[in-house]
């Protein structure tokens, strides 16, 4: 089956432009949760959704929000862009089992300039 | 909130040799960890994961320790080849995944 997809996979914006970012998960799970990716913080957890409802976040400003639809795709949302967003945003899916394996997507390239 | 520290940052080994992956967690409450490769420009990939209730787990030449009473626990790496290279990041969870935390990764090269 298809694995988590994320568009686009690239994305360059300037600073104090808003940008949105979309994840679809593997069919069948339910969560799905965004990190941001940066050579000196490595992975960091934005938050998680299940069932349209977030459910847990991370420690980021509220600059950086995200919503999950019906169909379990999720979006994020970072609006006032600073030079100090750009990263690699990846999604992951899972089940929603408990211990179960989370899936990763490709990622979204965030450069601010 | 929880805090994951991973030792060490980079790593380089001979083929053949083993490496090892030090974790750290701080919240006790902490009941799965995951551990994830990540190889150049490709996403993070589960190679191992371990729950609370278990002290060892091995999957041919990777393993993975658990220390509860310590908090850390260890990916161990044996017979390394130059495919092992990537970078590795640890996790520790609560609720199953609810609540993750990853480690800040390590670098692990393998020299031919």
């Known amino acids: 089956k298809a694995g988590v997809t994320q568009t686009p996979r690239y994305l360059i914006k300037t600073r104090g432009q808003q940008v949105t970012l979309s994840c679809s998960p593997i069919?069948?799970?339910?969560?799905v949760s965004w990190y941001q990716q940066t050579p000196g913080q490595g992975l960091q957890f934005l938050f998680e959704?299940?069932?349209?409802?977030?459910?847990n976040k991370g420690n980021f400003p509220g600059r950086f929000s995200g919503r999950q639809f019906s169909n379990s795709r999720s979006e994020m949302n970072v609006s006032t862009l600073e030079l100090g967003d750009s990263a690699l945003y990846l999604c992951?899916?899972?089940?929603?089992?408990?211990?179960?394996?989370?899936?990763f997507g490709q990622g979204t390239r965030l450069t601010v300039v | 909130g929880e805090n994951v520290e991973q030792h060490p940052s980079t790593l380089s080994v001979q083929e053949g040799d083993s490496a090892v992956i030090k974790c750290t967690y701080s919240?006790?409450?902490?009941?799965?960890f995951p551990w994830y490769k990540q190889e150049l420009g490709k996403r993070p990939q589960l190679i191992i994961d371990?729950?609370?209730?278990?002290g060892e787990k091995k999957d041919q030449r990777i393993a993975v320790t658990l220390n509860k009473t310590a908090k850390h626990f260890s990916l161990h790496i044996t017979e390394t080849q130059p495919e092992d290279s990537a970078v590795y990041f640890c996790?520790?969870?609560?609720?199953?995944?609810?609540?993750?935390?990853f480690g800040t990764g390590t670098k692990l090269q393998v020299i031919p």
């Open positions: 069919s069948g799970h339910r969560s």
């Open positions: 996790a520790a969870c609560r609720g199953g995944y609810q609540k993750v935390t």
């Open positions: 992951a899916s899972k089940m929603m089992t408990e211990g179960g394996e989370a899936f």
């Open positions: 959704y299940f069932s349209e409802t977030q459910r």
């Open positions: 919240d006790s409450a902490s009941n799965y």
């Open positions: 371990i729950r609370s209730n278990v």
